[in-house]
């Protein structure tokens, strides 16, 4: 792992990788945050498959970002997290490093401690989530960029998604940019969902929750 030791801006420094992004990084960006993070966030697993790839635990905690390494042993398995998520090395980095394959998956403007700081709405929303759904956006050149996500017990035991989100770059840039919402793009044939349809429009809403902010 390369350590980053320096103040963090916006965006990790080029050619940083996944687990020092997440084990060192990320914490000085909170440590660096002019806004208090209060309360205790659900707990995230990350499964990043591939070279340099791993397993984390992530939580907030009281204005504590807290990151802790999966590691393989004999004693009894951790307890199941809350949300679970799972992407390739690839495509975890594409979301924080400029591609000319897609747009702006995250706008170099966007406030990462705020966009991981959920609000009590927005958990309350969270809790009521219970699927496994993959999402996956087509970019130039044949390039697709794909995250898979688990919400609640349903969704931790499946063995696969049951739900699949397929949305184009051009479509999914009038998203990021607010000029059309998740329904819209449902109700216009601009996302191709396949499984089901309710639990998509859920979890479309709560990102789109997010990003708004």
């Keep these: 792992m390369n350590l980053i030791t320096d103040i963090p801006t916006g965006r990790p420094p080029v050619g940083a990788s996944a687990a020092a992004i997440l084990e060192s990084w990320l914490p000085e960006l909170f440590r660096s945050a002019t806004r208090p993070v209060e309360g205790t966030s659900p707990v995230v697993r990350l499964s990043l498959s591939g070279p340099e790839g791993g397993e984390w635990e992530l939580q907030i905690r009281d204005n504590t970002y807290v990151a802790e390494r999966c590691m393989r042993t004999l004693g009894p398995r951790r307890p199941d997290p809350d949300i679970w998520i799972r992407q390739s090395v690839p495509d975890f980095l594409a979301m924080l490093f400029p591609s000319e394959d ?16 959920p609000d009590s709405e927005e958990l309350e929303l969270l809790q009521k989530l219970d699927g496994r759904i993959k999402f996956e956006l087509e970019g130039r050149r044949r390039r697709r960029w794909a995250v898979d996500v688990a919400f609640g017990r349903t969704g931790i035991l499946a063995g696969r998604p049951r739900t699949t989100v397929a949305i184009d770059s051009g479509t999914c840039e009038k998203l990021a940019a607010k000029a059309v919402n998740p329904l819209q793009a449902l109700l216009a044939g601009r996302l191709r969902v396949d499984g089901d349809k309710t639990f998509a429009m859920q979890v479309l809403m709560l990102v789109a929750t997010r990003m708004r902010g």
């Design 102 to 117: 897609f747009f702006e998956l995250m706008p170099a403007s966007a406030d990462i401690v705020e966009l991981l700081r």
